[in-house]
């Protein structure tokens, strides 16, 4: 007989890996944390949306009205003043007073001098210089020259002969027919002399006394490593070991499955909590927005559509807009004043005149009689 929908018995649903020691300690951990949280995310939701208000409401306009202003009281007038009162005088004296006469000064005298002189020096140089080396270098040095390469090389032929005969053939006979066969007598003799003095009792005294004594000696130091390696282990490792193996590693492994269960549900509990106390955030949050709308907001936008919006259109229409066609009509009133008084005081801007065939870019036409 299966029991009702009444009797059933839901089973707790542990995640894998759970067991009592976590359900222990999630839920005052839960608990503790959400009476934490809650009051630190209202505080967090509150300046998040204050910050954001401020920043729409009066931050970004009151910056873009000073931006305007700046522009309008600042910028604009010294730009103005910059280009018609030292822009404009300067580059004028300096065309009429610099640039003009030094072109003219290039193009009529410096260059057609300059080219003159070039030519001139280059031609006595030519003539006293150039032209009276080569000949020397032809006629004087280039023999002068081949006839010492040939002396120096004869005369090194002479004395590298002399210096074989007088410092090298002698040496090389001498160490040859001399030194040489002596010396290897006297090496056979010294190498059979210490072969028999020394070589072959050293050979006696480590075949039949050395090598006993290290063999006896290296038995002796083996027993005693060995004796001294099995009382280090029964007493020291064996004991360290079943410490470690028995006693250290699992009350490490629990503490540490202690300390993981905690961190781990102390941060599953501050995600919860976090969440949680953002919807109670919100819900407050639009509460106070609903209330602060009809309260503040609305009136408000009413007074701005019905009140405001037509006065600023009225200000526009009626004083800004006149202003600034006045102010455009008195610009171009200035500006044509000021090309009046330079025409007057300076004369008309002369007018381009062609280019002819003596002028540097003119059309370059044949004479008649080519033609």
Known sequence: MEPTGNDRRVPARYEPGEGCVTQVVRVPVRIVVLVLVVPVRLVWDALTAAGRAVDRSVLRPLGRGLARLWRTLVVVPVAWAWRTLVVLPLGWTWRTLVAAPLG????????????????????LVRQLLVLPARWLYAHVLTPVGHGLAWLLRGLGAALRWVGRALFVWPWVALWRYVMAPVGRGIGAALAWLVRLLVVVPAQWLYAHVLTPAGRGLARLVRGLGAALATLVRWLVVVPLVTLWRYVLVPAGRL?????????????????????????????????????????LVEPLRWVYRTVLTPLGHG?????????RQALRTARAAVRQTRGEIRRALFGAPAEPRPATAAEPG??????????
């Not at 009529?108 to 031609?123: D, K, S």
């Not at 269960?261 to 609903?290: K, M, N, P, Q």
């Not at 200000?315 to 202003?323: E, Q, S």
């Not at 059309?363 to 080519?370: D, I, Q, W, Y």
């Open 255 to 295: 503490l540490a499955a202690v300390v993981t269960v905690v961190v781990r549900e102390t941060g599953a509990a501050l995600g919860h909590c976090w969440r949680a106390a953002g919807i109670v955030s919100r819900a407050i949050g639009r509460f106070l927005a609903a209330v602060l709308r009809w309260v």
């Open 362 to 371: 003119g059309n370059r036409e044949p004479p008649a009689h080519v033609l």
């Open 104 to 123: 003219w000064l290039w193009r009529a005298v410096l260059a057609p001098a300059g080219r003159g002189t070039g030519r001139a020096v280059a031609w």
């Open 315 to 323: 200000i526009r229409d009626g004083i800004w807009r006149p202003v």
